[in-house]
């Protein structure tokens, strides 16, 4: 089949789960199909991307954007009171793409005429929108053409619990107007596709909560078992505990702060000298002077590979209080073998069982407790992770995974 791949991020460098999610089923789509890649940049991508996405596709069109001012935020969030489609999702309307998507359909169509009596009017068979603000332009497709929409977050998930612990009144008061809105909006967006995606049954379920009509298919997230392979642990390095996550990412940030302000100094009346280390982009204001008066804390910044600060610590935490979807960071650690101990939003996702292939607690006082039990007792910490690295050899190998979404494909072939 010819599919038309439309996502607003390049998914190139794999240095955000969002990106490792999008290579990894892109090249699986590829091995079989057709792709052309329709994505945006503000100038980041470097050739040395490009050459790695072209690499997997027939074409690749790049739209250069610029980046978003507050004056049209706020323009567009005045507009977004009136209109069908909240605020978190029309901020992300470009007419730049809109005209690339239809450039690419006609394009295809030209190029595709003549070659079969049974040609649809546009040459693809399928166009595969990449998380719901990519879908923002499904209007625009023909209805000859077959729909798929990878939910990578349930996203209304995310806003229901970012409300539940923002404290500021004036973005309380933004995330109660929007919520209701984008409930509907998301449940009419996937309703209309002839497949969504999605990486979890519990994200299936709250899709269908909603109401979503139309078919889903679970296409969990995975991880490269050959690249993130395990090295033994020591004692060496048992005062180190580290978490990776975009630092720019709400979840991430709130989810570090809670660790340091909250949990991190329960774990430091046993072990003082503990280090813990963020590793991720763009750290914010408030984290990186938290940082520049503790030297306990450590802030990476953009690493171009995460393996050696994985490796070097004796758990990975995981203390995030909002988000959905599933943690592809959690596998990887898994994958290396590092003890993990997540809250259970953190773990949503992944079938994992608390005590044998990580750790889950959900208050200060119990992450502080299942933290010092990974790095005191080292004979358990080696069976646990005997067992969560079966366990992602099992379940979430990308192999595994892309197969499954392949055969998604193969269904979709038969409509």
């Given at each position: 089949m010819k599919i038309l791949f439309v996502t607003e991020k390049f998914p190139y460098p794999l240095d955000t789960g969002g990106n490792v999610r999008t290579?990894?089923?892109?090249?699986?789509?590829?091995?079989?199909?057709?792709?052309?890649?329709?994505?945006t940049t503000q100038g980041e991508v470097e050739d040395i991307h490009l050459q790695e996405i072209a690499r997997l596709c027939r074409q690749?069109?790049?739209?250069?954007?610029?980046?978003?001012?507050?004056?049209?935020?706020?323009?567009?969030?005045?507009?977004?009171?009136?209109g069908s489609a909240p605020f978190v999702i029309s901020r992300h309307f470009r007419q730049t793409v809109?005209?690339?998507?239809?450039?690419?359909?006609?394009?295809?169509?030209?190029?595709?005429?003549?070659?079969?009596?049974?040609?649809?009017?546009s040459a693809f068979d399928v166009v595969h929108f990449n998380h719901l603000d990519a879908a923002i332009y499904a209007t625009h497709i023909p209805g000859s053409i077959v729909q798929v929409l990878d939910e990578h977050n349930v996203v209304s998930n995310q806003v229901r619990t970012a409300?539940?612990?923002?404290?500021?009144?004036?973005?309380?008061?933004i995330l109660l107007h929007e919520i209701a809105k984008l409930q509907d909006y998301e449940a009419r967006v996937c309703t209309r596709m002839d497949r969504c995606f999605v990486c979890s049954d519990i994200d299936a379920k709250a899709l269908r909560q909603l109401g979503v009509q139309s078919e889903i298919g679970i296409i969990p997230n995975g991880v490269d078992l050959e690249y993130f392979a395990p090295i033994p642990l020591t004692r060496a390095n048992d005062r180190e505990v580290v978490f990776v996550g975009t630092l720019d990412y709400e979840p991430c940030e709130k989810g570090v702060w809670y660790f340091c302000t909250e949990i991190l100094p329960l774990i430091r009346r046993v072990l003082p000298d503990i280090r813990f280390v963020a590793v991720g982009r763009?750290?914010?204001?408030?984290?990186?002077?938290?940082?520049?008066?503790?030297?306990?804390?450590?802030?990476?910044?953009r690493v171009e590979n995460i393996r050696p600060y994985v490796q070097k610590a004796r758990v990975f935490v995981v203390p995030?209080?909002?988000?959905?979807?599933?943690?592809?960071?959690?596998?990887?650690?898994?994958?290396?073998?590092?003890?993990?101990?997540?809250?259970?939003?953190?773990?949503?996702?992944?079938?994992?069982?608390n005590g044998e292939d990580l750790w889950i607690a959900d208050s200060p006082a119990a992450f502080a407790d299942a933290v010092l039990r990974s790095l005191g007792d080292l004979p358990g910490a080696e069976s646990m992770r005997d067992r969560a690295r079966s366990l992602v050899t099992r379940k979430y190998s990308w192999q595994l995974i892309t197969a499954t979404l392949l055969e998604e494909y193969r269904r979709l072939a038969f409509r």
């Open positions: 290579f990894n089923l892109l090249k699986g789509l590829a091995d079989e199909h057709e792709v052309t890649l329709l994505a690749v069109r790049l739209v250069r954007v610029k980046p978003h001012g507050l004056v049209r935020d706020l323009l567009t969030f005045a507009l977004s009171l009136f809109q005209r690339e998507l239809l450039a690419a359909l006609d394009d295809c169509a030209e190029n595709g005429a003549g070659t079969s009596t049974l040609r649809k009017p409300l539940l612990t923002e404290r500021r009144l004036s973005r309380r008061l763009n750290p914010s204001k408030r984290l990186q002077a938290m940082a520049d008066s503790d030297k306990g804390v450590i802030l990476t910044g995030l209080l909002s988000g959905s979807g599933t943690r592809l960071k959690i596998l990887e650690a898994m994958a290396m073998g590092v003890p993990v101990v997540t809250t259970s939003i953190g773990v949503e996702g992944i079938d994992a069982v």
